[in-house]
T-cell receptor
Framework: RKEVEQDPGPFNVPEGATVAFNCTYS??????FFWYRQDCRKEPKLLMS???SGNEDGRFTAQLNRASQYISLLIRDSKLSDSATYLC????????????FGAGTRLFVKA | TAGITQAPTSQILAAGRSMTLRCTQD?????MYWYRQDLGLGLRLIHY???????GKGEVPDGYSVSRANTDDFPLTLASAVPSQTSVYFC?????????????FGPGTRLTVL
């Protein structure tokens, strides 16, 4: 089992749609959680951190469920510019910090 | 501010040859990282450095070496390239090595080993 698993997609949605991505992690000692965005043939960039209380940034909402070991990303009112790959990232302390990237979920928003 | 730069942008390399991928950051970040990204596997950590003068092995270090002589530069060397090292290589940096910090990535180097 991969340490961080994501549905690879692709998710094809029309503009204005709401879309949700889930990510599961296997190590219960995981302590920090992030969503990164990666455009085609570009480098990853931080989209948002994920906190236990959940957090929102405009149209984006991230949630953490420690009991079930998953995090989610909700995008409301999708825009064409949201088309990208979304990477789930988890860090854990194993005597030194280890950062694990999921393989990503591809999103295509169509007009 | 340039942020983090990588060179070359892309390279085709004959198997058995050596090559150094360059990475420079101007953000005075303590920690730096090298990842490779392959289809379906996500980013995998090759080597990292929490501060100048120290380095550590990541998930897939075999066939690669790094050095961290100063804060800004973190070159990655392939001593004798093999086709399985064909990948996109990303360098990244963060303000600390504690895992809670945002990582800033360079634009990547696309390497093809034939």
């Amino acid at each position: 089992r991969k340490e961080v698993e994501q549905d690879p997609g692709p998710f094809n949605v029309p503009e204005g749609a709401t879309v949700a991505f889930n990510c599961t992690y296997s190590n219960s000692a995981s302590q920090s959680f992030f969503w990164y965005r990666q455009d085609c043939r570009k480098e990853p960039k931080l989209l948002m951190s994920v906190y236990s209380s959940g957090n929102e940034d405009g149209r984006f909402t991230a949630q953490l469920n420690r009991a079930s070991q998953y995090i989610s990303l909700l995008i409301r009112d999708s825009k064409l510019s949201d088309s990208a790959t979304y990477l789930c990232v988890v860090t854990l302390n194993t005597g030194g910090f280890k950062t694990i990237f999921g393989a990503g979920t591809r999103l295509f928003v169509k007009a | 501010t340039a942020g983090i730069t990588q060179a070359p942008t892309s390279q085709i390399l004959a198997a058995g040859r050596s090559m150094t991928l360059r990475c420079t950051q101007d953000m005075r970040h303590n920690a730096m990282y090298w990842y490779r990204q392959d289809l379906g596997l996500g980013l995998r950590l090759i080597h990292y450095s929490n501060t100048a003068g120290t380095t550590g092995k990541g998930e897939v270090p075999d066939g690669y070496s790094v050095s961290r002589a100063n804060t800004d530069d973190f070159p990655l060397t392939l001593a004798s390239a093999v086709p399985s090292q064909t990948s996109v290589y990303f360098c990244a940096s963060s303000d600390g090595g504690g895992g809670d910090n945002e990582q800033f990535f360079g634009p990547g180097t696309r390497l093809t080993v034939l």
